[in-house]
C-alpha cells in the first residue's frame, strides 16, 4: 500500500518524506488555508515547494465546480510540475472534466467520494485515483471501511485501473484495515503514519537490550 500524507505543512511533508516511506502528498484548499497559503500564485508556488521535497504524486485541487473552469484550473496546475494530480470533486461537471484529463494523459484525484456509485462512475471517467472520506464517513455513523471493501470488490470485477485512495484516514488502525481491505493507498496526517511504529513492548524490549549492553559494557 503506498503511504500519501495529507497536508500542506511543509515541515511535516519533509519529515515523513525523511522517514523513507512517503509515497506522495494530498491537499485540499481546507488544508492549504490552515498553513495560512492564500492567493492564486502563492498557492501555486507552495504546490512547487511541496514537489520539490517528494518524488510522488502531489494532490493539487481545483476550486471551479464548472467544466471549462475546472480545465483551465487544471491544466495549469498540471504544468506545474511532473508530478502534480489534478483533485477534481465529485460532481456531474468533475466527471466530465475527470474523462477530459483522462484523455490528455493528465491524472485525477477524485475527492469527496462517499458511495459506490461515485466510486464506479469516476473509474468509468478514467480517474487515477479516487478518493473515498473514511473519516468522514465513520463520523455520522457509516462505515467508511465497509464502502472502501466495497469499491475493492466492483474495480476488481472490471479490472478498472483506478487506485483506491483510502483519504480522510484518522488514527493508525484505519490505516491497517485499509491495507487488510486492499486499498491502494491511504492519506493520513503525519501522526497517524508515526503512531505505527509505536508499540510498548517495543520501548519496554529496547531498554532492556540497552541495560544489559551498558551493565557488561562499563
Ligand atoms: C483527502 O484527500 C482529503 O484531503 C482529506 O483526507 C480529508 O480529510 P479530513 O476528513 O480529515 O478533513
Not at 515541515?11 to 485540499?28: P, S
Not at 477530459?100 to 469516476?122: D, E, M, P, R
Not at 464502502?147 to 484518522?170: C, G, H, M, P
Amino acid at each position: 500500500m503506498k503511504f500519501f500524507i495529507d497536508t500542506a505543512n511543509l515541515d511535516e511533508i519533509r519529515e515523513a518524506n525523511d522517514l523513507g516511506i512517503l509515497d506522495g502528498v494530498t491537499t485540499n484548499p481546507s488544508l492549504m488555508a490552515k498553513e495560512g497559503i492564500t492567493g492564486a500564485q502563492n498557492i501555486l508556488n507552495h504546490y512547487v515547494e511541496i514537489c520539490k521535497i517528494v518524488d510522488g504524486p502531489v494532490s493539487a485541487e481545483v476550486i471551479s465546480t464548472d467544466f471549462d473552469g475546472m480545465i483551465k484550473e487544471g491544466e495549469e496546475l498540471a504544468k506545474l510540475h511532473a508530478n502534480i494530480v489534478v483533485k477534481i470533486p465529485m460532481i456531474p461537471e468533475g466527471i466530465k472534466a475527470i474523462k477530459y484529463f483522462a484523455s490528455k494523459g493528465i491524472k485525477t484525484n477524485c475527492t469527496l467520494v462517499f458511495s459506490a456509485g461515485q466510486a464506479l462512475l469516476a473509474a468509468k471517467a478514467g480517474a487515477t485515483y479516487i478518493s473515498p472520506f473514511l473519516g468522514r464517513l465513520d463520523d455520522i455513523s457509516y462505515d467508511g471501511l465497509e464502502l472502501i471493501a466495497q469499491i475493492r470488490t466492483i474495480y476488481d470485477n472490471y479490472l478498472f485501473d483506478t487506485e483506491i485512495l483510502a483519504a480522510s484516514v484518522r488514527h493508525p488502525m484505519h490505516i491497517i484495515h485499509c491495507a487488510e481491505i486492499g486499498a491502494d493507498v491511504m492519506t493520513g496526517p503525519l501522526k497517524a503514519i508515526k503512531a505505527l511504529a509505536n508499540h510498548p513492548l517495543t520501548d519496554k524490549g529496547l531498554e532492556q537490550f540497552l541495560a544489559d549492553y551498558a551493565k557488561g559494557n562499563q
